[in-house]
């Protein structure tokens, strides 16, 4: 069984910053890419980062410039460092994985709740 632990979300002003993790566990054999997502209330979830196992990234036109996604491949962990914080950034941020073990499966952390207000 392969199990994604999110953690870092919380409060935070307008212009502050927030750094999430999501550490992978389990029989893994390798990861491919890895990524972050989000659901703000009423609304679809939307990619916000990639990344590949390479390092190759893409971001939401939204955060460009702002979030930094970078991955610890000795750790199966992917970060998400999110800086210059809006309001409308506010959601549930979910981590996801390819993750390599007798087969390829994409898998989802449960989540984690970033709140950006005054």
């Known amino acids: 069984q392969v199990q994604l632990v999110e953690s870092g979300g919380g409060l935070v002003q307008p212009g502050g910053s927030l750094r999430l993790s999501c550490a992978a566990s389990?029989?893994?054999?390798?990861?491919?890419?890895m990524g972050w997502y989000r659901q703000a209330p009423g609304k679809q979830r939307e990619l916000v980062a990639r990344i590949t196992s390479g390092g190759s990234t893409n971001y939401a036109d939204s955060v460009k410039g702002r979030f930094t996604i970078s991955r610890d491949n000795t750790k199966n962990t992917v970060y998400l460092q999110m800086n210059s914080l809006k309001p409308e950034d506010t959601a549930v941020y979910y981590c996801?994985?390819?993750?390599?073990?007798?087969?390829?499966?994409?898998?989802w952390g449960q989540g984690t709740q970033v709140t950006v207000s005054s």
């Open positions: 996801n994985a390819a993750v390599v073990t007798d087969y390829t499966r994409v898998y």
């Open positions: 389990g029989s893994i054999r390798s990861i491919n890419a």
